[in-house]
T-cell receptor
Framework: EAGVAQSPRYKIIEKRQSVAFWCNPI?????LYWYQQILGQGPKLLIQ????????DSQLPKDRFSAERLKGVDSTLKIQPAKLEDSAVYLC???????????????FGPGTRLLVL | DAKTTQPNSMESNEEEPVHLPCNHS???????IHWYRQLPSQGPEYVIH???SNVNNRMASLAIAEDRKSSTLILHRATLRDAAVYYC???????????????FGTGTRLTVIP
């Protein structure tokens, strides 16, 4: 079974530029998550989708971050304009759904490492 | 979700058992205890979870205290590949909103010594 795919794996940009990350979840997984992981910290949820609807985006800095999940499969996360403090690893995860046990287990991609100069 | 407390780091010799503790004194009756781990330069991966009873799977065992205020992840025989950051996470049933946020904290960094 193919895992969660993310691209690019690395990105270096200058502050105030824009950047986009792409995620392809495991086939059949209805729920998709984007996390931000700053160096030395645990991942922090930015947004959760259930199919193509947003369930939780309370931690997403909406003035500069946006995300979409068209057709309930792939997703893109965009930052515009980027700030120095956005340097982090951006992780995408997916799960069958939400609930207990196997259904809510989250499977993570390898992440995109962003450096903002 | 209630918070957890874990040691920042632990060391273990290769091929010996490892006991990773987690305190969660404010756990509620419906909180599940989840463990994920993150190997270097990779995304986190699920290890195990439980509610009240001890749990075993191919990766590890989870021992839950009778009062549920603490738990221990047990790796029966540490290998170099087990060197990672281990996160203990409490998850309540997402009845109302469907939200499935995992609050990771900073975890325990396990070093395995050859």
């Amino acid at each position: 079974e193919a895992g969660v795919a993310q691209s690019p794996r690395y990105k270096i940009i200058e502050k105030r530029q824009s950047v986009a990350f792409w995620c392809n979840p495991i086939s059949g997984h209805a729920t998709l998550y984007w996390y931000q992981q700053i160096l030395g910290q645990g991942p922090k949820l930015l947004i959760q989708f259930q199919n193509n609807g947003v369930v939780d985006d309370s931690q997403l800095p909406k003035d500069r971050f946006s995300a979409e999940r068209l057709k309930g499969v792939d997703s893109t996360l965009k930052i515009q304009p980027a700030k120095l403090e956005d340097s982090a690893v951006y992780l995408c995860a997916s799960s069958l759904g939400v609930g207990t046990g196997v259904k809510e287990t989250q499977y993570f991609g390898p992440g995109t490492r962003l450096l903002v100069l | 979700d209630a918070k957890t407390t874990q040691p920042n780091s632990m060391e273990s010799n290769e091929e010996e058992p490892v006991h990773l503790p987690c305190n969660h004194s404010t756990i509620s009756g419906t909180d599940y205890i989840h463990w994920y781990r993150q190997l270097p330069s990779q995304g986190p991966e699920y290890v195990i979870h439980g509610l009240t009873s001890n749990v075993n799977n191919r990766m590890a065992s989870l021992a839950i205290a009778e009062d549920r205020k603490s738990s221990t992840l047990i790796l029966h025989r540490a290998t170099l590949r087990d060197a990672a950051v281990y996160y203990c996470i409490l998850r309540d049933l997402p009845y109302k909103t469907g939200a499935n946020n995992l609050f990771f904290g900073t975890g325990t960094r396990l070093t395995v010594i050859p």
